[in-house]
């Protein structure tokens, strides 16, 4: 069974911080990664992949990945109260099929 | 505007009761597949679809039914549903399985069995 690891939280930080979040995953075959945002109730929003080792970049989300390490982070710059939902971390297994964590709960407190 | 849709947004229904929950896609894509959330268990897939007439088990396939007759179309078919069938479920589908394509999410069905 394919695993993916994420801590539970919920992770809280201040407006205007960094929000930081990890997740590890056991299949070595996996090449692309992706992080979603889920709203409560609603249904997961795409926010970033990355394939390459190093960092991505887009807008306040900074997603990094160490391939070596089995592990990938999402890091969001300048926290917003409207960041607050529960990120997915989601690599995609040897079946071409996504794997998804169970989330990280992010609460940004104003 | 690209989308996948799902019908109903929220069902109640009795123990036994056939029902099917719809699930149709205007992106053309290949892939589909079904997800089951529930909480503190996260998303589960319950079957996959990799194209017309292709289908397969995820992880959580006991209790239910797919068929992908056409490529826009992957309906959830829960024959005989049961309480423990209740839960949020959405329907997900992507261009490829492959390289830097994500899933698209449908909003969801709230299921309840009572």
């Known amino acids: 069974q394919k695993e993916v690891e994420q801590n539970s939280g919920p992770l809280s930080v201040p407006e205007g911080a960094i929000a930081s979040l990890n997740c590890t995953y056991s299949?070595?075959?996996?090449?692309?990664f992706f992080w979603y945002r889920q709203y409560s109730g609603k249904s997961p929003e795409l926010i970033m992949s990355?394939?390459?080792?190093g960092d991505k970049e887009d807008g306040r989300f900074t997603a990094q990945l160490n391939k070596a390490s089995q592990y990938v982070s999402l890091l969001i710059r300048d926290s917003q109260p409207s960041d607050s939902a529960t990120y997915l971390c989601?690599?995609?297994?040897?079946?071409?099929?996504?794997?998804f964590g169970k989330g990280t709960k992010l609460s940004v407190k104003p | 505007e690209a989308q996948v849709t799902q019908n109903p947004r929220y069902l109640i229904t009795v123990t036994g009761k056939k029902l099917t929950v719809t699930c149709s896609q205007n992106?053309?894509?290949?892939?589909m597949s079904w997800y089951r959330q529930d909480p503190g268990l996260g998303l589960r897939q319950i079957y996959y679809s990799m194209n017309v007439e292709v289908t397969d088990k995820g992880d959580v396939p006991e209790g239910y039914k797919v068929s992908r007759k056409e490529k826009r179309n992957f309906p959830l078919i829960l024959e005989s549903p049961s309480p423990n069938q209740t839960s949020l479920y959405f329907c997900?589908?992507?261009?490829?399985?492959?390289?830097?394509?994500?899933?698209?999410f449908g909003s969801g069905t709230r299921l309840t069995v009572v």
């Open positions: 299949d070595r075959v996996s090449q692309s």
């Open positions: 997900a589908s992507s261009a490829q399985t492959a390289g830097a394509y994500g899933y698209t």
């Open positions: 992106m053309n894509h290949e892939y």
């Open positions: 990355i394939y390459s080792n």
């Open positions: 989601a690599p995609r297994g040897s079946q071409g099929n996504l794997i």
